[in-house]
T-cell receptor
Framework: DAGITQSPRHKVTETGTPVTLRCHQTENHRYMYWYRQDPGHGLRLIHYSYGVKDTDKGEVSDGYSVSRSKTEDFLLTLESATSSQTSVYFC?????????????FGPGTRLTVT | KQEVTQIPAALSVPEGENLVLNCSFTDSAIYNLQWFRQDPGKGLTSLLLIQSSQREQTSGRLNASLDKSSGRSTLYIAASQPGDSATYLCAVSNQGGKLIFGQGTELSVKP
């Protein structure tokens, strides 16, 4: 598996607080993704990056922003956290967005917004 | 809009049985189909990747097939073991590698 770490692994925050989640990879993969996993909805794409400083929105991007200043790091920011953003957040990477390239997942961050 | 469905949602079998998990998708214009395993409270582990041009992939006791024209994939697990108990997720990707997931099948293998 790709060397993907996420920090923090657990976080409890209050409504209205800004929160930043970090994904770090050691595989030099070009593509990185942020997903959220919720009961009844499964995993859904929030944002993704196809290179340094190149990002795009996913299915559920409202209320989230991302940044990628280095190949190895992909940051997800909740500008003003809401209770609906309580979820488990997964980062994933792949070498290429073309056919034949597996996507690898990090261990996840459990975020609770009170 | 691509939709992925997995049936059944939950499955309980005795140890040693062979079993099949099903995945269907509505848009056949996919690049890859990937099967994952997720243990409770853990991340996703990739099991098998099938490119759109392939029909099947095998890894140990696992065999995944793909029929792109009908929008179906199956994951076959031979001689199931209690350690196979987990949730199995199917996901398809298009250009850019963006994955669209099914809801998963929760598998329990009883000793």
């Amino acid at each position: 598996d790709a060397g993907i770490t996420q920090s923090p692994r657990h976080k409890v925050t209050e409504t209205g607080t800004p929160v930043t989640l970090r994904c770090h990879q050691t595989e030099n993969h070009r593509y990185m993704y942020w997903y959220r996993q919720d009961p009844g909805h499964g995993l859904r794409l929030i944002h993704y990056s196809y290179g340094v400083k190149d990002t795009d929105k996913g299915e559920v991007s409202d209320g989230y922003s991302v940044s990628r200043s280095k190949t190895e790091d992909f940051l997800l920011t909740l500008e003003s956290a809401t209770s609906s953003q309580t979820s488990v957040y997964f980062c994933a990477t792949t070498e290429s967005g073309r056919a034949g390239y597996e996507q690898y997942f990090g261990p996840g961050t459990r975020l609770t917004v009170t | 809009k691509q939709e992925v469905t997995q049936i059944p949602a939950a499955l309980s079998v005795p140890e040693g049985e062979n079993l099949v998990l099903n995945c269907s998708f509505t848009d056949s214009a996919i690049y890859n189909l990937q099967w994952f395993r997720q243990d409770p409270g853990k991340g996703l582990t990739s099991l098998l990747l099938i490119q759109s041009s392939q029909r099947e992939q095998t890894s140990g006791r696992l065999n995944a097939s793909l029929d792109k024209s009908s929008g179906r994939s199956t994951l076959y697990i031979a001689a199931s073991q209690p350690g196979d108990s987990a949730t199995y997720l199917c996901a398809v990707s298009n250009q850019g590698g963006k994955l669209i997931f099914g809801q998963g099948t929760e598998l329990s293998v009883k000793p």
